[in-house]
């Protein structure tokens, strides 16, 4: 099971960034995959999840309304499409995969990747 990020990089405060998660060696089709991040000093914590089917998605207080989470099945990737981006979103991003339905918090999820730099300048 690997997950790649990609798609960080830096960016002025208001701009946008797409992250991109594939997956290698499996199909995610049936995961429930979470998107996380960690800023230098501080846990690591959920910002988006979505389900297996992509019907349900949750969000982090902080991120709603500017970040969006989906997927494609059949490209076997998960995105989350990032606007308004703020210095304070700055940071690692990681995706995260398990079997099954849990909740958006790092500890429920097995598989991770090796995280992709988001970095807003203000």
């Known amino acids: 099971v690997q997950l790649v990020e990609s798609g960080g990089g830096l960016v002025q405060a208001g701009g946008s960034l797409r992250l991109s998660c594939t997956a290698s060696?499996?199909?995610?089709?049936?995961?429930?995959i979470g998107w996380f991040r960690q800023a230098p000093g501080k846990e690591r914590e959920g910002v988006s999840c979505?389900?297996?089917?992509?019907?349900?998605?949750n969000y982090a207080d902080s991120v709603k309304g500017r970040f969006t989470i989906s997927r494609d099945n059949a490209k076997n990737t998960v995105y989350l499409e990032m606007n308004s981006l703020k210095p304070e979103d700055t940071a690692v991003y990681y995706c995260?995969?398990?079997?099954?339905?849990?909740?958006?918090?790092?500890?429920?999820?097995?598989?991770w990747g090796q995280g992709t730099q988001v970095t807003v300048s203000s």
């Open positions: 995260a995969a398990r079997f099954g339905q849990a909740k958006c918090v790092p500890s429920y999820f097995v598989s």
């Open positions: 060696g499996f199909t995610l089709d049936y995961y429930h």
């Open positions: 979505i389900s297996s089917s992509g019907g349900s998605t």
